[in-house]
């Protein structure tokens, strides 16, 4: 079954979650994420993604991007075979870039 529609998330479509009820995790590298992040956001690295699970929070949408978009997608098809109430942003960083 794709899914991947159902995974994708727009920066628009972000903004219609109560903030309280979301968790943005930045899963580019460290160096790239003191680069240029997204305000507010928690950075783990996709690399560094299963072994810190314990910081997801299961009661939160999770929501995660990385520069482009397509490790972000592959991290969340993952993530939600696992459980999780998980998200990919369309475009990643980049398209933040352009949304703000």
Same mark, same amino acid.
């Given at each position: 079954?794709?899914?991947?529609?159902?995974?994708?998330?727009?920066?628009?479509? %972000?903004?219609? /979650?109560? !903030?309280?009820?979301? *968790?943005?995790?930045?899963?580019?590298?460290?160096? +790239?994420? &003191?680069?240029?992040?997204?305000?507010?956001?928690?950075?783990?690295?996709?690399?560094?993604?299963?072994?810190?699970?314990?910081?997801?929070?299961?009661?939160?949408? %999770?929501?995660? /991007?990385? !520069?482009?978009?397509? *490790?972000?997608?592959?991290?969340?098809?993952?993530? +939600?075979? &696992?459980?999780?109430?998980?998200?990919?942003?369309?475009?990643?960083?980049?398209?933040?870039?352009?949304?703000?």
């Amino acid at each position: 079954m794709n899914q991947d529609h159902e995974i994708q998330i727009s920066w628009n479509e %972000i903004d219609t /979650f109560s !903030r309280e009820n979301v *968790q943005l995790i930045d899963i580019m590298d460290a160096a +790239s994420h &003191q680069r240029a992040n997204v305000p507010g956001t928690i950075n783990i690295p996709q690399d560094e993604l299963e072994d810190r699970l314990e910081e997801l929070d299961k009661d939160k949408k %999770i929501i995660l /991007f990385c !520069r482009r978009g397509l *490790q972000s997608l592959e991290a969340a098809k993952e993530l +939600s075979e &696992q459980g999780y109430d998980v998200y990919s942003v369309t475009g990643g960083y980049n398209a933040w870039l352009l949304y703000e």
